[in-house]
């Protein structure tokens, strides 16, 4: 199974059951928009621009903008989350795990809610509903419950690109080898 792996900004709150259908709805919508906009921030900062369609001049002010804006949003976005930790989180299609940072008491089958920044540009956070499958004094384990399929799929592809981004990474010659 292909996973996701990053330092993260990680929230969990034990509940005593999963809302109902209504409100399960409009979190599915909202973990759609912030799994669409982690695609999106993706992109943007691994776009490289095609040479041959913008003449030098226009490639630079246009890097330099998007290099601005992005500064610009991850200013804004990393005062707005100071409050929330970070840790190491591993996210595959079904579950997550993550180091744990905080003494809240989750034992194994609990139900949480886990708010959780895919991408380190993001704004809102995913929800999820998971169901604690280990839980020790250093790491959680927690099988998603909620995602609805448009959701996994988009979960599904982010932890993909990722992937492959990571491959290509470590396949990529280190400059002091070459």
């Known amino acids: ?7 993260l900004a990680i929230e969990c709150t034990p509940v005593e059951s999963l809302p109902d259908k209504g409100e399960l709805h409009q979190i599915s ?3 759609h928009e912030c799994l669409k ?7 943007l900062s691994c776009a490289h621009l095609d040479e041959h369609a913008f003449d030098s001049k ?3 002010r246009l890097d330099k903008k998007l290099d601005l804006l992005l500064g610009l949003l991850g200013s804004l976005i990393a005062k ?7 840790a190491q989180v591993t996210v595959g299609s079904n579950d997550i795990e993550w180091q744990r940072h905080d003494t809240t008491a989750i034992r194994h ?4 809610m ?6 380190p540009l993001s704004v809102d956070p995913l929800q999820l509903y998971c169901r604690v499958s280990e839980a020790n004094t250093e790491t959680i384990t927690a099988s998603i419950v ?8 988009l979960l599904e592809k982010y932890i993909f690109l990722n992937h492959r981004r990571t491959i290509a990474a470590e396949r990529k010659p280190h400059p002091s080898q070459g």
Request: no cysteine; glycine share 0%; proline share 0%.
């Open 1 to 7: 199974m292909i996973r996701y792996k990053a330092n």
């Open 29 to 31: 919508e909202n973990n």
């Open 37 to 43: 906009q982690a695609l999106l921030l993706d992109e």
């Open 58 to 60: 226009d490639a630079s």
């Open 80 to 86: 707005q989350k100071q409050a929330t930790s970070t």
């Open 109 to 112: 089958s609990d139900l949480i």
């Open 114 to 119: 886990v708010q959780l920044y895919i991408h």
């Open 146 to 153: 909620s995602l609805e399929a448009t959701e996994q799929e």
